[in-house]
């Protein structure tokens, strides 16, 4: 197998990062691509201010989740748990133990392929790895590159590829740093990596959490699950926009619920009973147990305390996953958007959506009996408020 290794501080890992990653993997067929963000870097002393290495590790690993190239790309602590001088000759023993026959390659950009032979132990680092050294520019991939590699296959019999990257970022990690302090270079940035960065108040960002704009807190919202799930969320958001038009509701209601409808999704069961425990959420025993009855809560609670969102967000959220009896509007619209929105795929779906624009309880209705349905026929226990909202909607609609 090969095996990329792509090291850095990744302070922060920009769409740069990303880009050479994804074109390496391409260029030289790798298999598997590790991102080692570095504990200590030898070559340079992180900025006064720079996160934590625990920041530059979440913040690494949620990059990569959103190359959405499951067990292909993985983010490795091994410079974050080794302490002291990050030194790569090390980092490669330790990879080269784990993978005794697996093929090696090492990524870096122009300016460290140009000194590696001022590394610590260049002579081992090259016996243990490929190299490759992305170009930038035209410029970059020159008479310099070519001298460079030669000199390093001459001197320590390195293996060397030199690959032109298709698309360039045009920032460097120091100005993204300045461009955030000052509030700008977002666009820089994966949306999921712009929200932690928020939400954790880092580089001088020091955002009111409470006062988002809409596409910050999307960002945040993103940035607290995994990124398979973000066309689901953005899905919802812009149905249950769609909804509302359609039924008079408020759509920025709309769309703030459909944002963070699913923020903690991702959280553990100990997590979710901790934020009930903290705003004081009553919980039944089936709820207890159940994470994805739990989430709509937990979501609603920081939606709430946390991104200082209205009752009317509050409840949408809170009852998205099971319903209740006598819905609000907002209830019912974000209710149908989580179950039909457009990347969802199921019998009967089309039929839902169609309705939904059309006679808005018959599509509630329709919704939770489809939902008792399935969890009948999954043997899962029914939820006294789904039960509730199809029983008042029968009676309602009698009357």
């Not at 609670?301 to 991104?307: G, K, P, Q």
Request: with cysteine.
């Amino acid at each position: 197998m090969k095996i990329g290794i792509y090291g850095g501080t990744f302070n922060p890992p920009h769409l740069g990062h990303l880009t050479s990653a994804r074109f390496a993997m391409e260029a030289l067929g790798l298999e598997k691509l590790l991102f080692v963000p570095a504990g200590e870097p030898p070559h340079k002393v992180l900025p006064e201010g720079s996160p934590t290495a625990e920041d530059r590790l979440a913040m690494t690993a949620i990059a990569a989740d959103g190359m959405l190239l499951k067990d292909a790309v993985e983010v490795d602590g091994t410079e974050l748990r080794r302490g002291g001088k990050s030194y790569t000759s090390d980092t490669l023993r330790e990879f080269h133990a784990r993978f005794p026959d697996d093929e090696l390659w090492l990524l870096m950009g122009t300016d460290m392929f140009l000194t590696l032979q001022n590394w610590h132990e260049p002579e081992v680092i090259c016996s243990l790895a490929h190299l490759c050294a992305f170009s930038r520019t035209q410029s970059d991939s020159g008479e310099l590159l070519a001298v460079q590699a030669k000199y390093l296959r001459d001197t320590f019999g390195a293996d060397v590829r030199t690959i032109q990257l298709p698309q360039i970022t045009p920032v460097s990690s120091t100005q993204l740093r300045e461009l955030l302090e000052r509030g700008e270079g977002s666009g820089y940035l994966s949306p999921a990596v712009y929200g932690y960065i928020l939400r954790r108040g880092l580089y001088g960002t020091h955002a009111d959490l409470k006062r988002l704009t809409d596409g910050q807190l999307r960002a945040c919202s993103y940035s607290m699950m995994k990124a398979k799930r973000i066309a689901h969320v953005g899905g919802v958001e812009e149905e249950a926009v769609r909804l509302a038009r359609r039924w008079g509701a408020d759509e920025e209601l709309a769309r703030r619920a459909g944002i963070l409808h699913d923020c903690t999704k991702y959280y553990s069961l100990e997590q979710q009973l901790q934020i009930c425990e903290e705003y004081g959420i009553v919980l039944d025993d089936l709820e207890r147990v159940s994470v994805k009855l739990l989430h709509s809560k937990t979501g609603a609670a920081l939606a709430r305390h946390v991104f200082g969102q209205p009752d009317e967000v509050y409840w949408a959220i809170y009852y998205h996953t099971t319903g209740k009896a006598d819905m609000t509007l907002l209830e019912k619209l974000v209710y149908l958007a989580d179950y039909m929105e457009p990347n969802r795929d199921f019998p009967g779906v089309e039929e839902l959506r169609k309705l939904c624009y059309e006679d808005l309880d018959a599509a509630l209705l329709m919704g939770l009996e489809m939902s008792i349905d399935d969890l009948n026929e999954r043997g899962v226990p029914i939820h006294r408020n789904t039960q509730g909202a199809r029983d008042w909607l029968l009676e309602h609609r009698k009357g």
